[in-house]
């Protein structure tokens, strides 16, 4: 079963939260807002490409829209003196009529973050560098930052290869099935001149019910006393 499941929908709603944080005020008006949803992350990620963003946070009132952008680089999404983002605010607000508020929040460790990680292989895939040589960088760089284990898997026609193969490597643990593992997932995809090349990464950044689960966007552990061990035989 944990091979098969995907870790972040495994945990939703157990350990982390939502990604889009809403309720419709009527039945029809859900898929309205989810393809919308879904609009404004696209349209996100491919305009600050650069920005190495992890994920999209989306809240909704009765008032406005509120956009959290969790990126490694925060600056190229704000611009000198806010212009950028202000341009950003100006864009969403006209494609959607809605009122929008876009905030940024930094991401500290972005070698331990599995968004992070799967794009800058993708970049280093589509500048046709080994594929080998950049699993194990990728790989070696995460267990340095904190990771407690990273696992990337890569599909495609590696190499210029004529027929299409999987490539994966592995170094510490990534129990996919205990869920107080904090165990993230990222997917993205290098366009190549043979073909797409998909790279999934899972990285295990410690436990939820500690203080070791780091700082990542998904780091929101829940808060457990402890009780007291039992003393005497049984």
Same mark, same amino acid.
């Given at each position: ?11 939703? &709603? ?6 889009? *944080? ?8 859900? =898929? ?8 404004? !992350? ?32 925060? &600056?190229?999404?704000?611009? *000198? ?32 973050? =599995?968004?992070?990680?799967? !794009? ?20 070696? *760089? ?10 990337? *898997? ?10 299409a193969r999987c490539e994966s490597g592995m170094?510490?643990?990534? =129990? ?16 190549t001149p043979q073909g797409n090349i998909g ?32 003393? &005497?035989? !049984?």
């Amino acid at each position: 079963m944990g091979q098969k499941v995907r870790p972040t929908g495994f945990r939703t &709603g157990v350990m982390i939260d939502w990604k889009s *944080q809403w309720s419709a005020s009527a039945k029809k008006e859900f =898929p309205e807002l989810l393809l919308e949803d879904k609009k404004i !992350r696209t349209f996100i990620n491919k305009e600050y490409k650069a920005a190495m963003i992890s994920m999209v946070r989306i809240e909704r009132t009765r008032e406005k829209v509120i956009v959290y952008i969790h990126a490694a680089k925060v &600056g190229s999404i704000i611009g *000198q003196k806010g212009a950028k983002i202000d341009e950003l605010t100006e864009k969403l607000k006209d494609m959607f009529n809605r009122e929008i508020e876009v905030k940024t929040i930094e991401v500290h460790r972005p070698q331990t973050d =599995p968004q992070i990680l799967s !794009r800058e292989i993708a970049d280093n895939l589509e500048k046709r560098q080994s594929f080998r040589r950049t699993l194990k960088r990728a790989l070696e *760089q995460a267990m340095e930052s904190g990771a407690r284990g990273v696992r990337i *898997q890569m599909s495609g026609r590696l190499g210029g290869a004529e027929m299409a193969r999987c490539e994966s490597g592995m170094l510490g643990s990534i =129990p996919l099935s205990t869920l107080r593992s904090r165990v993230e997932y990222g997917f993205s995809e290098a366009s190549t001149p043979q073909g797409n090349i998909g790279i999934k990464v899972w990285v295990n950044n410690g436990d939820y019910l500690t203080e070791e689960s780091g700082d990542g966007p998904n780091a929101q552990a829940r808060k457990v006393s402890k009780k007291p061990a039992r003393s &005497g035989k !049984r």
